[in-house]
């Protein structure tokens, strides 16, 4: 993913930066990376996406770290 796209899609998030603020900065990359998709390809509000987003991140980090 480019970094030009990376930020475009975290100024879609910007008026849900509390909900950001507090993850790890890996989180929150994956966490605005699967919310765009979900914004694009399923019919998700923006909070709605993001909330998913960062559920998603949250178990992809887990995972990660084993």
Not at 2 to 26: H, I, R, T, W, Y
Not at 39 to 64: S, V
Request: net charge negative.
């Amino acid at each position: 993913m480019s970094g030009c796209f990376c930020q475009n899609m975290e100024e879609v998030f910007n008026e849900f930066e509390a909900d950001l603020k507090d993850l790890k900065p890996k989180v929150r990359e994956k966490a605005i990376e699967i919310a765009s998709g979900l914004l694009i390809k399923k019919n998700y509000t923006r909070q709605g996406a993001l909330k998913e987003g960062i559920r998603q991140a949250e178990e992809w980090f887990l995972d990660l770290e084993g």
